[in-house]
């Protein structure tokens, strides 16, 4: 593989620890629909409402999906353009870099807007309370510019 292809190993790690996490928050969703919310003492649902966590499942089947597309599309370029391109390395860090704010800050404001911690910034930065696509319009534009990168 290319410098460039072994910089895209990043987003298919990314997109299984994701995957993982969804299946987590799709756990934690059903385990409070059938009311089984109680673990080991701890009130799931007053630490992680049903909104969140099903806010999350949604949000990172199209994060997983997204990182390995992205991953395989950088992945194909060598093999297509038959060499390395200059400095493909640093482009793919710098997407790599802005998928994980994209990510960690998506995860965190889902929680933060639901409950209410945000204030008038959580239309941007929190949940805008769509069906499925969640993420504060700044992750939203992000994820976007990710795809036109």
């Not at 410098?3 to 994701?18: I, V, W």
């Not at 629909?33 to 109680?38: A, K, P, Q, S």
């Not at 696509?133 to 990710?146: N, S």
Request: glycine fraction near 10%; proline fraction near 3%; hydrophobic fraction near 55%.
């Amino acid at each position: 593989p290319t410098p460039s292809q072994r910089a895209t190993y990043k987003f298919f790690a990314a997109g299984m620890l994701l995957f993982l996490i969804q299946v987590l928050a799709g756990v934690l969703t059903v385990h409070d629909f059938v009311g089984f919310t109680t673990f080991f003492g701890f009130d799931l649902q007053a630490l992680i409402p049903v909104t969140v966590s099903r806010s999350w499942h949604v949000l990172l089947s199209l994060l997983w999906i997204s990182a390995c597309w992205v991953g395989v599309s950088i992945f194909v370029l060598p093999m297509l353009a038959k060499r390395e391109i200059k400095g493909q390395v640093t482009l793919v860090n710098l997407l790599f870099s802005i998928f994980l704010i994209i990510g960690l800050g998506s995860i965190v404001g889902l929680y933060m807007g639901p409950k209410n911690m945000l204030g008038t910034l959580s239309r941007w930065l929190g949940h805008q309370g769509w069906e499925f696509v969640e993420l504060g319009r700044f992750y939203q534009y992000l994820l976007m510019g990710v795809f036109v990168l």
